[in-house]
């Protein structure tokens, strides 16, 4: 068998993104702000480091047992990483962008504004009758809103 466990955000602010994720989508933490360290960080991101995580489950997920999760990792050293910029075109190499199914579009979208978040695209009805509809969380991470029909 081969399942999705987890898509991992790296995040500069844990707090913020953390409550953003928790209100916005009422994801419910599996760990939150841990820390860890070891070989395996320090080689994946060529320098000794010490990282902090939260992962967080939807409602469906946690109902399920597994996926439905995201992580969302803090590096915490002295020389970090580089910032992502916050306003950089979901078109990036190397950029990515999480989907949630949501049952009231508008809802969540207004909730992601109230939030710290940006609406990107007006909410769209796509051949297949979803809604969709693309935003940002407050560090600028993409965000898909689909609804079905």
């Known amino acids: 068998m081969i399942a999705i466990r987890h898509t991992g955000i790296y995040v500069a602010d844990i707090v913020l993104l953390e409550n953003f994720y928790r209100t916005v989508f009422e994801m419910i933490p599996i760990c939150s702000m841990e820390r860890d360290s070891g ?30 999760m995201i992580e969302l990792v803090k590096v915490l050293t002295d020389t970090g990483v580089s910032d992502f910029p916050k306003d950089h075109p979901i078109y990036t190499i190397g950029n990515a962008h999480i989907a949630f199914g949501v049952d009231d579009i508008k809802a969540v979208v207004r909730a992601i504004i109230d939030n710290g978040g940006q609406q990107k695209t007006d909410i769209q009805i796509m051949k297949n009758g979803n809604s969709c509809c693309f935003c940002t969380d407050p560090e600028g991470n993409w965000i898909e809103l689909i609804q079905r029909k």
Do not use: A, N, W
């Not at 070989?39 to 996926?67: A, C, H, I, N, W």
């Open 39 to 68: 070989r395996l960080f320090d080689e994946l991101l060529g320098m000794k480091v010490e990282l902090m995580t939260s992962k967080l489950v939807t409602p469906y997920g946690k109902k399920q047992g597994q996926g439905d």
